[in-house]
């Protein structure tokens, strides 16, 4: 029976046309796609056992015999962390010669070197491409990619994705935006992929020049908030649809589609875990990818904190939602409140007028007692108890159960106004800070 939904899968995915991919891809049963999943997991392991020598090593450990691993499960506390890719030598990963190699940095350490082969390459530009189509690309629109080139991957992988549906595609490293910009008209280009920041300061030009007619926007590698994403939306009358991945993931492992809640994740291609989740269901990341051969990672700690939708989506598509990325594991702070991410107090400070961008809220700790403090800086001489009023009225209204924990004395809330430019924060500010001691 497996081996013949093998054959149609590898029919209908690799020889098949990406409109097809398409529409077979959305009619798989979910049931079907999980079968399917379980068997590429239970292949990579028994792969990765003969070939990978830190696999090897780490199954030996743990005394586990790969022939028996059914799912991750089985596989206790085995687990590829960055720190692995960073320190270890890439032989340690490498299955086989490989063609291609793209970094990472992370946020402690060098960077993380991820091999592939051309085939790789191509296969997940195939997922991309699906994805570019079922968003509405079609031949005879005109993409251009800004993504980072050089040693990180997603400029590449959209180039070659943009290349098997024919689409027109520049796809030429992340230059200024105003150089972009004179070059818009001159190529007619009609979708964007970029990322949040520089999508903002391309926007603020257009905002004062006059923006041209856009069919799409995407946006990945930073975090969007949803005022840089209305802001960009409004400039240029064109809905943004965000994308997640990393080098790790060979580029994109997800996608929102036109309902825009949540990623669909390429199931096809990566078995996704989340990781001891929190009643609330947020738990780590952890990633398995099922397809790569060269440098296959097993049980990948992501870092990001992310929960399922579980409820099916309207498009349509059996593929599995996750929530956007709450932040990452290592920005996490368990105090009084609760678990803080980051993206929490992005969505309250969103709308609070009177303060500037580079705003900042730390746990402090004063006797026994977790304080939550709001480090603020004033613009428009706005009254600082307007403003602390607004911060509290959003926290009750959007975090109710955040607000609970408050109001039943888990923790104090503090506010700072500070004088500006005493925040200077770099191009990935640090939100949240956690200054307890010990
Ligand atoms: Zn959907």
Redesign the pocket.
């Known amino acids: 029976m497996l081996s013949e939904i093998r054959q149609f899968v590898e029919r209908k995915v690799i020889g098949d046309s990406i409109p097809s991919l398409v529409r077979w891809g959305k009619s798989v049963p979910p049931g079907l796609m999980r079968r399917l999943q379980a068997e590429e997991f239970r292949k990579v392991i028994r792969y990765a056992a003969a070939r990978q020598k830190f696999f090897r090593h780490k199954l030996g450990e743990a005394g586990v015999d790969p022939g028996s691993v059914r799912g991750p499960e089985d596989l206790g506390e085995i687990f590829t962390t960055p720190e692995d890719l960073i320190t270890l030598p890439a032989e340690d990963f490498l299955c086989r010669e490989p063609q291609a190699v793209f970094e990472t940095t992370g946020t402690s350490g060098g960077p993380k070197h991820v091999y592939f082969s051309y085939e790789e390459l191509d296969f997940a530009a195939r997922y991309q491409a699906a994805a570019l189509w079922e968003s509405g690309v079609r031949p005879g629109d005109r993409a251009l990619c800004t993504f980072d080139a050089g040693y990180w991957i997603s400029s590449w992988v959209t180039f070659l994705a943009a290349k098997q549906i024919g689409v027109f595609c520049s796809a030429i490293g992340k230059p200024a935006p105003a150089e972009v910009f004179e070059r818009l008209r001159l190529y007619r280009y009609n979708v964007l992929l970029a990322d949040p920041t520089w999508l903002v300061s391309l926007s603020e030009i257009a905002e004062s020049q006059g923006a041209l007619p856009m069919k799409f926007i995407f946006a990945a590698g930073d975090r969007m908030t949803s005022a840089y994403r209305d802001y960009v939306q409004k400039v240029w009358h064109a809905p943004v649809i965000l994308g997640y991945g990393s080098t790790e993931m060979g580029g994109g492992a997800g996608m929102e589609?036109r309902?825009r809640s949540g990623y669909?994740l390429d199931d096809y291609n990566m078995l996704f875990e989340i990781l001891n989740p929190d009643p609330e269901g947020y738990g780590e990341l952890v990633m398995t990818t099922l397809s790569r051969r060269t440098m296959p990672l097993i049980r990948y700690r992501v870092r990001d904190v992310a929960r399922w939708i579980p409820e099916p989506?309207?498009?349509g598509?059996p593929l599995r939602r996750i929530s956007p990325i709450r932040g990452r594991r290592d920005e996490m702070v368990v105090m009084g409140a609760g678990n803080m991410h980051p993206e929490i107090f992005e969505n309250v400070m969103r709308g609070v007028e009177g303060i500037e961008e580079n705003w900042q809220v730390a746990v402090r700790q004063e006797g026994v007692h977790d304080i939550l403090e709001f480090r603020l800086q004033l613009s428009n001489g706005r009254e600082p108890e307007a403003v602390e009023r607004r911060v509290r009225e959003n926290l009750e209204k959007r975090y109710p159960e955040i607000w609970a924990n408050h109001t039943c004395g888990m923790y104090r809330m503090a506010f700072r106004f500070l004088p500006p430019g005493s925040l200077p924060l770099g191009r990935k500010p640090k939100r949240l800070v956690d200054e307890r001691a010990g």
């Open positions: 589609c309902a669909h989506c309207p498009c598509a």
